[in-house]
C-alpha cells in the first residue's frame, strides 16, 4: 500500500536558520504530493502540492520538488521565523481505486526560537 | 466565512455516553472526509463520502457512524464512548474525489472522554 515518510521530529531552529524537512514515499501509482501545515489550535492547510515529477510547489517562501527517481518531495525554506512554528505533514494522493484517499506521513513538528 | 466549520469545537463526556460532531462546508465540494488526530498529532483517515455516498471505510469501530444528509454535511456519531476515543476529529472537503485535490480542514472538535 501507500505510504510517506518523514523525518522525525522535533525540530528546532533559530530564526533565520535554513529548514530542510525530509519526506519520501511509497506508491502503487502515480501520485500527487502534498505539504499541509497545521498551526497551533488550527486545522491542516494545504501548504503547497506538485502533480507530477519535477514539479515544484512553493508558497509563503517554502519549497518543494517532487523527484520520481528518488521517490521525495523534501521541504525547504531558506530563512525560517518564529511564525513557522507548526506541524508540517507531506502527504500524498494516488491514483487508482482509492482516488481521493490521503496518505499522510507521522508529521515534523518545528519549533523556531528568536 | 467559515469554509469547512465543525460543532461543537470542544467536547467533555463521560464513558458509554453517545455524542455526535456536526460539520458544513460552504465551499460546494463534492467530497468529504472525517480524520483523527491523536495526541502525538498522527493523523488517520476514517470515512470519506462522495455526493453523499460512502467511498471510504477505514477500520474503524461500528461505534462510529457518519451521516450525510446532503453534499455539504458529513456528521459524526459515536455510540458507547471510550477513553481511547480521546482525540481530535477534523473534517474536511475537497472539489472531487480524485488524486490531486487539496483537501480544506474544519478547526477540529477535540474530544475528551473522562
Known amino acids: 500500500g501507500d505510504s510517506v515518510t518523514q523525518m522525525e521530529g522535533p525540530v528546532t531552529l533559530s530564526e533565520e536558520a535554513f529548514l530542510t524537512i525530509n519526506c519520501t514515499y511509497t506508491?502503487?501509482?502515480?501520485?500527487?504530493l502534498f505539504w499541509y501545515v497545521q498551526y497551533p489550535g488550527e486545522g491542516l492547510q494545504l501548504l503547497l502540492k506538485?502533480?507530477?515529477?519535477?514539479d515544484k510547489g512553493s508558497n509563503k517562501g517554502f519549497e518543494a520538488t517532487y523527484r520520481k527517481e528518488t521517490t521525495s518531495f523534501h521541504l525547504e525554506k531558506g530563512s525560517v521565523q518564529v511564525s513557522d512554528s507548526a506541524v508540517y505533514f507531506c502527504a500524498l494522493s494516488d491514483r487508482g481505486t482509492n482516488a481521493g484517499k490521503s496518505t499522510f506521513g507521522d508529521g515534523t513538528t518545528l519549533t523556531v526560537k528568536p | 466565512d467559515t469554509a469547512v466549520s465543525q460543532t461543537p469545537k470542544y467536547l467533555v463526556t463521560q464513558m458509554g455516553n453517545d455524542k455526535s460532531i456536526k460539520c458544513e462546508q460552504n465551499l460546494g465540494h463534492d467530497t468529504m472526509y472525517w480524520y483523527k488526530q491523536d495526541s502525538k498529532k498522527f493523523l488517520k483517515i476514517m470515512f470519506s463520502y462522495n455526493n453523499k455516498e460512502l467511498i471510504i471505510n477505514e477500520t474503524v469501530p461500528n461505534r462510529f457512524s457518519p451521516k450525510s444528509p446532503d453534499k455539504a454535511h458529513l456528521n459524526l456519531h459515536i455510540n458507547s464512548l471510550e477513553l481511547g476515543d480521546s482525540a481530535v476529529y477534523f473534517c474536511?472537503?475537497?472539489?472531487?474525489?480524485?488524486?490531486?485535490?487539496?483537501?480544506?480542514f474544519g478547526p477540529g472538535t477535540r474530544l475528551l472522554v473522562l
Open positions: 474536511a472537503s475537497s472539489r472531487l474525489q480524485g488524486e490531486g485535490e487539496t483537501q480544506y
Open positions: 506508491a502503487t501509482g502515480y501520485p500527487s
Open positions: 506538485a502533480t507530477k515529477a519535477d
